[in-house]
């Protein structure tokens, strides 16, 4: 099997950040929450897709079959018993 040096990096880096918390899965995605709450990594690409003519959800028209079956949907959720 060939051996790729990226790969071997990346198992390195998981095998000293695994390390750092002493290998606990709970210590570990505690601090990826964290993490990822400081520095929160979104994307809103609605400007740009309007830009380029896309359409978006809102600008789609919904068809009058469409809504009733939602509608349908919506209600049948609502009034369905739980199952135990």
Wanted: net charge negative; aromatic share 4%; charged share 30%.
């Amino acid at each position: 099997m060939n051996h790729d040096p990226i790969i071997e990096e990346i198992h390195a880096f998981r095998k000293a950040y695994a390390k750092r918390f002493g290998y606990d899965l709970k210590a570990i995605c505690d601090d990826l929450r964290t993490r990822q709450a400081v520095r929160p990594n979104l994307v809103d690409l609605s400007e740009k897709r309007r830009a380029m003519g896309e359409a978006t959800v809102d600008q789609i028209p919904a068809t009058e079959a469409h809504e009733e079956a939602h509608t349908a949907r919506v209600l049948s959720s609502q009034t369905a018993s739980p199952t135990v």
